[in-house]
């Protein structure tokens, strides 16, 4: 039996989107030891996952704290990884294989820089879609991929019929009107105006309700929607996730609900700016879809509405 390490440290939306790539290290390494890396908003949820034996935290401290990188690296080693699968693929991690395993390829530390098809650079490479470089760099690594494309974070969901009772929620679409600070680029701004829509055309059949993140909830007060919250506090990850997968529908600017709501095989939309699209981030399922716009203020709300139309019913 060997000890295999995935590295994954996150956002929010890469877990889910990993989810396929680790089921298929999982089952290719039968009989083997499946450890991961991880941050610590992801700690507790891989402990969950069905496929990961062990989680080991890493708290990304800068780099130049020596005492820290140096307690980091004992713990890794200590397990003497056969085989190290990099799916998060970013300079830190590019660090830490020049310290691990300085002269490895792909045989040993399974990675894009490791994998990269020859006479493509990254930057190409880094154009198609996620889920397509994770298929690629899997099977350059001789993993078969049965999932990869196909991500289910369905694992991650928790029963929250009590939530859901204290709400008195049955029928609900949900919105996700949120996104980070400094990625503003990313708001869709006529959130109001589709509740409006909703109830109107719907006639109250569906409740519109949202689940603001921890830093989220005071703006989740200028949305004319029901704020859940489980006791004053925002929903973890895994109740977020049951919630998602008991909706009618869910509507979100391209962040991290948005990408629960198409692994989990549930019904909804993504609105695009210009800032990627839907292809590059492997976001559209069967259910799920996206609509995209070069600038999302030039988006109308009827269009969202009748997109939602065509889908929920």
């Known amino acids: 039996m060997s000890n295999i390490l995935i590295i994954k440290h996150g956002s929010l939306g890469d877990i889910a989107q990993a989810c396929g790539a680790i089921q298929d290290i999982s089952e290719n390494h039968k009989g083997d030891q499946i450890h991961l890396l991880t941050t610590k908003p992801y700690f507790e949820l891989f402990k969950k996952n069905p496929h990961i034996s062990n989680v080991i935290l890493d708290k990304r401290l800068s780099k130049i704290n020596l005492i820290y990188l140096y307690l980091l690296m004992r713990e890794i080693k200590k397990h ?3 085989k190290v699968y990099d799916l998060q693929n970013s300079s830190r991690t590019s660090f830490y294989k020049n310290i691990l395993f300085p002269k490895a390829d792909k045989t040993i530390w399974c990675s894009t820089e490791t994998t990269l098809p020859e006479g493509t650079t990254k930057k190409d490479f880094d154009k198609d879609s996620v889920l397509s470089r994770f298929d690629y760099q899997l099977k350059s690594s001789g993993i078969n991929t049965n999932h990869t494309m196909k991500p289910d974070f369905s694992w991650s969901t928790v029963d929250i019929s009590e939530i859901k009772k204290s709400y008195e929620l049955d029928k609900y679409i949900i919105l996700f009107p949120f996104c980070s600070p400094h990625l503003t680029t990313k708001k869709w701004p006529y959130y109001n105006d589709l509740i409006s829509m909703i109830n109107d055309k719907f006639q109250n059949k569906f409740k519109v309700v949202t689940a603001p993140g921890p830093y989220e909830i005071e703006d989740a007060k200028n949305i004319n929607a029901l704020c859940v919250l489980d006791n004053g506090k925002a929903l973890n990850i895994s109740q977020l996730s049951g919630f998602i997968k008991d909706s009618s529908f869910v509507v979100a600017n391209d962040t991290g609900p948005a990408h629960i709501t198409a692994h989990l095989g549930s019904k909804g939309i993504a609105l695009f700016g210009s ?39």
Do not use: W, Y
Request: aromatic content about 10%.
């Open 275 to 313: 800032h990627t699209t839907p292809f590059k981030v492997s976001i559209e399922r069967d259910n799920f879809k996206a609509i995209q716009a070069p600038e999302l203020s030039k988006l109308s709300a009827e269009k969202v509405f009748e997109r939602l139309s065509e889908i929920i019913s």
């Open 80 to 82: 003497n990884f056969s």
